[in-house]
């Protein structure tokens, strides 16, 4: 009989102690006897990291690198910081140039149909929020941008032979006014591909 309550209690307790507490919560970390895969080397997004030289923990695209599936007129990765040229700053002879840069290698049909839609997809991304898909100045922020005062210009008061392309490549870079820049979300190509798409869009709107 002794052996009897004794084993009851010890089975009482090991029951307890195995099922009793699951589900609620501690303030210490449990004791892991079997870690399987709980703790993980891993970087955590936007944490440091001391595995790569300059510490950080999220990484920039490789420069130069082309996407795979690449279509024809997409450029190897490139933001340009510090660099200049047409194609880094949107400058001729120190003032704002018209024409896509040479450095996009735009030489057929195809190339610029490619320029276009990555244009139009980084547009609709990027842009359509506040200027509209059409371009026409009522995206969905501008309209809430409105209410407050703050006015989103319709793309089509920026004609060409006013506003040359290099000067829409410097507003998307660096913004205007109340408008952010995009030199760290958009690599040097993708911005010319907007300047191209902005223009088509003006066209279409005539
Ligand atoms: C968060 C809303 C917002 C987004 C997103 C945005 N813009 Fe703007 N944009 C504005 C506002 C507001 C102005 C007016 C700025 C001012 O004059 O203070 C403006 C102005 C402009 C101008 C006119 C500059 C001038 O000379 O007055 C151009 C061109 C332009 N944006 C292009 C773009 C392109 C291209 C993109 C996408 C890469 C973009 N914008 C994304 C809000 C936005």
Redesign the pocket.
Known sequence: MKYFFLSLIALSILVVGVFGFRGDKFSQAPIQVFPDMDDQDKVKAQTPDSFFADGMGSRKPVMGTIPRNAQAGVMPVEFGAGRAGYYFDGKKDGTFGNGLPDDLKIGSEADMTGLLGRGED??NV??A???GKAGDGK?V??YH?GKVG????S?YA?PQDK?PDG??YE??SNG?????G?KHN?PVRDRWA?VSY?RALQASAK
């Open positions: 980084m547009f990027h842009c929020i506040c200027h995206g922020v501008g941008l703050v006015t989103v210009p793309l920026f506003f000067y829409i507003v998307i205007k006014g109340l408008m952010g995009y958009l907007i902005l």
